[in-house]
């Protein structure tokens, strides 16, 4: 059946109708909906794992039980799964294994511009690299037969615009596959020094064989056009964008099985054009290999490194010339600057905060991170998941080595916390640490599309289950419960006395900020009839409810509330001295 499908629809089909039975993830743009979709997939066990390096344990633990197993993660995300990964590569697979990478070349949602096709190099597995959507559904299928075949995982690596663009798909049934038997054989799956000493030998053996492989494998493909003097090596996306800007113009070599690269075919292809270009995004991944074979190319001497490439710049590198206007299309978006959504609890904290002197705030990966954004200014750094709080151990320490006063508060969300947040939280008691640490319980994954994670109550598909108590964990990892402070952030009041304690305390404390996202759909029902309204006459324009950042808050000569955005929070009826806001209507 023909069906139009987004690149991240069309794994979770494909990994459906490969018979994959466990898939586990956390979520991360650009590749947060591969899981979402599986899901939707009965015959399919799919969790939200508090980490990408949990997820992929458990996917590792499934396949080595026998399943086939799938585990997705954003491009960063692959850092923290990076242990089991590269040893996964050494213990291989018993059903086959899938490791779907997605990466974010052009930063749309990322904290940094990494190219994941290294990984496949360092960690010696087989990289499949789709161009479309058709071809995630036929790449994903692949991977698993390679992953059994060849005894190894197989990382299958998206970016954003392949994971959703969409394009037409040719869906089919799923076959059932037998979770394969299990046998006990240390020998292959305990990575003790000895046994793992053998396995690098097969992981060498394994790479040639699948380069050999690589070789016919119908995943790479030559489009040669007569006459044509420029030849055209790109993968991924890459392909598309070089297709659409020269046509015919080039004969194309388009590589689906990216590593170990098909050698041979390189050669041959190279030797047939007269001009040789490599067109890829970021880094010269295919182009360090092609050059180190002694065959000259053009590629990132010309093609930038940085950001997303589009037919105009592929155009412009290789011929010169501008494509027809219709192609351009280089308009950039507007800049929009990142704000915390209107009514959103976590600006019940930073309004606090950001007044405070002395003060420094580490911040982390989620919607919180916009708190360092203007009027609010809250937030120093932003590092990977769970830095939040393991750097505000750092620089509460470099803070005492040079005799500032400053307090450190160091600020992550629920899911964060779950994460990754928690280590540093033990870190940050066993080494006596002073600072504050802030958990922004908002009752579920926010930034990346509202997500379970184990404080919200429910698992991926649904089903009730336990939501895990933040203060208690606190408590249990060591944090004196008389430090441990739980606060509405929509009460001002009580989010600035909070702050003042803990800034005061001797000791570690916490506090934990719980309101539940302002877009999750209960909360906006719940809040349907709530506005706050201007009285007119007795504004006198200070501008201290502007000091909030609150979207639905400007100032057209006077100061107008969003009806339609606002969600009646109430921080700004509690920030204005002259009582000239006021809130209306029924919670429902
Ligand atoms: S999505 Fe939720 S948590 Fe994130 S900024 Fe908007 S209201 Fe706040
Ligand atoms: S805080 Fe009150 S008085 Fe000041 S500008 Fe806003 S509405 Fe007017």
Redesign the pocket.
Known sequence: MKAILSGNEAVAQGAWEAGCHVAAAYPGTPGTEILENLGRFPEVYCEWSPNEKVALEVASGASIAGARALSAMKHVGLNVAADPFFTMSYIGVNGGLVIVSADDPGLSSSQNEQDNRWYAIHAKVPMLEPSDSRECLDFTRAAFDISERFDTPVLLRLTTRICHGKSVVETGERVETAVREYRRNLAKNAMLPAFAKQKHYMVEKRLDDLREYGESSPLNSAEMVDGAEIGVIASGVGYQYAREALGDGASFLKIGFSWPLPRRLIREFASKVKILWVVEENDPFLETEIRAMGIPCFGKDVLPVVDELTPAIVARAVLGKKLAQALEAELPPPNRPPL??P????RGLFFPLGKKKDVIVTGDIG?YG?GSMPPLNVGETTICMGAGFSAAIGFQKAGEKAGRNQKVFGILGDSTFFHSGITGLIDAVVNKSRGVFVIMD?RIT??TGQQENPGSGRTLSGEDTVALDIPKICEACGVRRENIHVVDPYDLKASGEAVDRAWAAEELSVIVTTRP???LKDVQKEREGLKCSVDEERCVLCGACLNLGCPAITKRGRIVIDQAACNGCGLCVQVCPKKAIGREGEAR
Do not use: I, W, Y
């Open positions: 915390l959504c009514g959103c609890p976590h919607c916009l908002n926010a930034m996202c302002a877009l």
